[in-house]
Nanobody
Framework: QVQLVESGGGSVQAGGSLRLSCAAS????????MGWFRQAPGKEREGVAR????????WYADSVKGRFAISRDNAKNTLYLQMNNLKSEDTAMYYC????????????????????WGQGTQVTVSS
Protein backbone atom coordinates (compact mmCIF):
# COMPACT_ATOMS: atom_id res chain seq x y z
CA GLN A 1 0.00 0.00 0.00
CA VAL A 2 1.40 3.37 -1.00
CA GLN A 3 1.17 6.25 1.43
CA LEU A 4 2.00 9.87 0.65
CA VAL A 5 2.94 12.32 3.39
CA GLU A 6 3.34 16.03 2.66
CA SER A 7 5.40 18.49 4.65
CA GLY A 8 6.93 21.92 4.27
CA GLY A 9 3.89 24.12 4.36
CA GLY A 10 3.72 27.23 6.48
CA SER A 11 3.14 30.95 6.52
CA VAL A 12 5.19 33.27 4.37
CA GLN A 13 4.98 36.82 3.12
CA ALA A 14 4.24 37.60 -0.49
CA GLY A 15 7.36 37.23 -2.59
CA GLY A 16 8.75 34.55 -0.35
CA SER A 17 9.48 30.89 -1.05
CA LEU A 18 8.57 27.49 0.31
CA ARG A 19 9.47 23.97 -0.67
CA LEU A 20 6.90 21.26 -0.18
CA SER A 21 7.90 17.64 0.15
CA CYS A 22 5.89 14.49 -0.41
CA ALA A 23 7.46 11.35 0.98
CA ALA A 24 6.15 8.14 -0.52
CA SER A 25 6.21 4.82 1.25
CA UNK A 26 5.73 1.75 -0.86
CA UNK A 27 6.13 1.39 -4.59
CA UNK A 28 3.76 2.15 -7.44
CA UNK A 29 4.11 -0.54 -10.05
CA UNK A 30 3.82 0.60 -13.61
CA UNK A 31 4.05 3.94 -15.30
CA UNK A 32 2.48 6.59 -13.15
CA UNK A 33 1.66 10.24 -12.97
CA MET A 34 2.30 12.25 -9.85
CA GLY A 35 1.60 15.80 -8.99
CA TRP A 36 0.53 18.58 -6.68
CA PHE A 37 -2.96 19.92 -6.23
CA ARG A 38 -4.34 22.71 -4.08
CA GLN A 39 -7.65 23.79 -2.69
CA ALA A 40 -8.46 27.15 -1.21
CA PRO A 41 -11.51 27.70 1.03
CA GLY A 42 -14.65 27.98 -1.05
CA LYS A 43 -12.87 27.04 -4.25
CA GLU A 44 -12.57 23.88 -6.29
CA ARG A 45 -9.44 21.80 -6.15
CA GLU A 46 -7.02 22.60 -8.94
CA GLY A 47 -3.96 20.94 -10.34
CA VAL A 48 -0.76 22.88 -9.80
CA ALA A 49 2.00 20.75 -11.32
CA ARG A 50 2.44 17.18 -12.39
CA UNK A 51 5.03 14.92 -13.88
CA UNK A 52 5.26 11.65 -15.77
CA UNK A 53 8.60 10.25 -14.64
CA UNK A 54 8.80 7.48 -17.24
CA UNK A 55 9.01 10.06 -20.03
CA UNK A 56 10.44 12.97 -18.06
CA UNK A 57 7.37 15.10 -18.79
CA UNK A 58 6.31 18.08 -16.70
CA TRP A 59 3.22 20.28 -16.74
CA TYR A 60 2.26 23.38 -14.80
CA ALA A 61 -0.88 25.38 -14.30
CA ASP A 62 -0.66 28.74 -16.04
CA SER A 63 -1.01 30.50 -12.71
CA VAL A 64 2.26 29.05 -11.39
CA LYS A 65 4.41 28.81 -14.50
CA GLY A 66 7.78 30.41 -13.95
CA ARG A 67 7.31 30.44 -10.18
CA PHE A 68 6.85 26.79 -9.16
CA ALA A 69 8.98 23.77 -10.00
CA ILE A 70 8.13 20.11 -9.50
CA SER A 71 10.91 17.60 -9.04
CA ARG A 72 11.58 14.16 -7.67
CA ASP A 73 14.38 12.49 -5.74
CA ASN A 74 14.30 8.82 -6.65
CA ALA A 75 16.74 7.82 -3.92
CA LYS A 76 14.53 9.40 -1.27
CA ASN A 77 11.28 8.42 -2.99
CA THR A 78 10.18 12.00 -2.48
CA LEU A 79 8.35 14.50 -4.65
CA TYR A 80 8.99 18.21 -4.26
CA LEU A 81 7.31 21.46 -5.15
CA GLN A 82 9.56 24.50 -5.03
CA MET A 83 7.41 27.61 -4.80
CA ASN A 84 9.00 30.99 -5.42
CA ASN A 85 7.59 34.51 -5.59
CA LEU A 86 4.53 33.39 -3.68
CA LYS A 87 1.36 35.42 -3.97
CA SER A 88 -1.64 35.70 -1.68
CA GLU A 89 -3.69 33.75 -4.22
CA ASP A 90 -1.39 30.77 -3.67
CA THR A 91 -2.86 30.37 -0.19
CA ALA A 92 -4.42 26.90 -0.04
CA MET A 93 -4.12 23.37 1.25
CA TYR A 94 -1.64 21.57 -0.97
CA TYR A 95 -1.87 17.86 -1.68
CA CYS A 96 0.38 15.46 -3.50
CA UNK A 97 -1.15 12.61 -5.41
CA UNK A 98 -0.19 9.79 -7.73
CA UNK A 99 -1.72 7.04 -9.80
CA UNK A 100 -0.91 4.60 -12.55
CA UNK A 101 -2.02 6.06 -15.84
CA UNK A 102 -0.88 6.90 -19.34
CA UNK A 103 1.22 9.89 -20.32
CA UNK A 104 -1.72 11.12 -22.36
CA UNK A 105 -4.01 11.09 -19.34
CA UNK A 106 -1.34 12.70 -17.21
CA UNK A 107 -1.01 15.54 -19.72
CA UNK A 108 -4.65 16.46 -19.27
CA UNK A 109 -5.40 19.44 -17.02
CA UNK A 110 -8.38 17.49 -15.75
CA UNK A 111 -6.31 14.53 -14.54
CA UNK A 112 -7.28 13.57 -11.02
CA UNK A 113 -5.83 10.42 -9.47
CA UNK A 114 -8.12 7.97 -7.76
CA UNK A 115 -5.84 5.94 -5.58
CA UNK A 116 -3.06 7.79 -3.82
CA TRP A 117 -3.44 11.09 -1.99
CA GLY A 118 -1.59 12.72 0.87
CA GLN A 119 -3.26 14.41 3.80
CA GLY A 120 -2.26 17.91 2.72
CA THR A 121 -0.09 20.71 4.00
CA GLN A 122 -1.28 24.28 4.47
CA VAL A 123 0.37 27.18 2.68
CA THR A 124 -0.58 30.69 3.75
CA VAL A 125 0.79 33.73 1.95
CA SER A 126 0.23 37.14 3.48
CA SER A 127 0.42 40.32 1.48
Amino acid sequence: QVQLVESGGGSVQAGGSLRLSCAASGYIYGSYCMGWFRQAPGKEREGVARMYPSYGLLWYADSVKGRFAISRDNAKNTLYLQMNNLKSEDTAMYYCAADVTSASACSSTSWSPLNYWGQGTQVTVSS
